[in-house]
T-cell receptor, first 113, second 114 residues
Framework: DTEVTQTPKHLVMGMTNKKSLKCEQH?????MYWYKQKAKKPPELMFV???????INESVPSRFSPECPNSSLLNLHLHALQPEDSALYLC????????????FGPGTRLLVL | GEDVEQSLFLSVREGDSSVINCTYT??????LYWYKQEPGAGLQLLTY?????DMKQDQRLTVLLNKKDKHLSLRIADTQTGDSAIYFC??????????????FGTGTQLKVEL
């Protein structure tokens, strides 16, 4: 099983809303990732969690707040987003050891009005 | 910094072979990956190659790696309409805190025509 699930599939929010994206994997992976992907562009890394600790923040604005409640779950809390934050948000996970193949979820398509 | 480069677009006829090329930047990458993305979907891992290999074959897929030139290619034999998608190569850098950072290529849109 190499499945990473993400909810919701689609999200529309206003600039004053607070919402959360959720990601889950049951492969026993200890590294989890958030990516942002704009149309026709490659994914861009936002955050890396390793063993439930934030190890990489790629200078992401504070209106994006990641959380890793346990080794299977990864959340991305959204607050006061801008229209330019509209994108596909992808979650991925990897083993956390030497062979670091990342497995991606289907993504959440976010529209900020 | 330098980008991982791919040609933007490739069109082939159904049944022909497709070759998608990638020029990467990090010679210390241990693994190099190919991902497929269909419209509105996430990234599907297709295959990967370890940096000490020159070639890897997996059913219809053949990956060639030229480390000297930092060139990676993906050949799809007997291309089908279901292969129409965007294909991303990615180089990998291990993170000291665990996990790795993937740097993706610009993506190649493959269109398969009947």
């Amino acid at each position: 099983d190499t499945e990473v699930t993400q909810t919701p599939k689609h999200l529309v929010m206003g600039m004053t809303n607070k919402k959360s994206l959720k990601c889950e994997q049951h492969m026993g992976h200890r590294a989890m990732y958030w990516y942002k992907q704009k149309a026709k562009k490659p994914p861009e890394l936002m955050f890396v969690y390793s063993y439930e600790k934030l190890s990489i923040n790629e200078s992401v604005p504070s209106r994006f707040s990641p959380e890793c409640p346990n080794s299977s779950l990864l959340n991305l809390h959204l607050h006061a987003l801008q229209p330019e934050d509209s994108a596909l948000y992808l979650c991925a996970s990897s083993h956390g050891l030497a062979q670091e193949t990342q497995y991606f979820g289907p993504g959440t398509r976010l529209l900020v009005l | 910094g330098e980008d991982v480069e791919q040609s933007l677009f490739l069109s082939v006829r159904e049944g022909d072979s497709s070759v998608i090329n990638c020029t990467y930047t990090d010679s210390s990458s241990t693994y190099l990956y190919w991902y497929k993305q269909e419209p509105g979907a996430g990234l599907q891992l297709l295959t990967y190659i370890f940096s000490n290999m020159d070639m890897k074959q997996d059913q219809r897929l053949t990956v060639l790696l030229n480390k000297k030139d930092k060139h990676l290619s993906l050949r799809i034999a007997d291309t089908q309409t279901g292969d129409s998608a965007i294909y991303f190569c990615a180089e990998s850098a291990i993170l000291t805190g665990g996990g790795n950072k993937l740097t993706f290529g610009t993506g190649t849109q493959l269109k398969v025509e009947l």
